[in-house]
């Protein structure tokens, strides 16, 4: 997997905004900068290697049996 290297943030909202209808309303754009935001804090977490493996997820999440936990 390529994880994406440094942006530039006016390019990038440029693009989100082109990528928009017309009639896009700044709730919208809003929602995709911040989809866009918290991807890219996704990324930086796995370079430093801030994961979880699916054995460590089951244990936090799932009770015997299966159940998740909410």
């Known amino acids: 997997m390529t994880l994406p ?6 390019e990038e909202v440029r693009t989100l905004l082109d990528a928009r209808p ?3 309303t700044f709730e919208d ?7 866009r ?6 990324f930086e977490d796995v370079r430093a290697g801030r994961t979880y493996s699916q054995e460590e997820i089951d244990a936090e ?5 299966g159940i998740v936990r909410i």
């Open 5 to 10: 290297g440094p942006v530039n943030v006016k």
């Open 37 to 42: 935001l918290k991807v890219a804090r996704a």
């Open 29 to 35: 754009v809003m929602d995709a900068l911040l989809l």
């Open 22 to 24: 017309d009639d896009v």
């Open 61 to 65: 999440w799932h009770e015997p049996g």
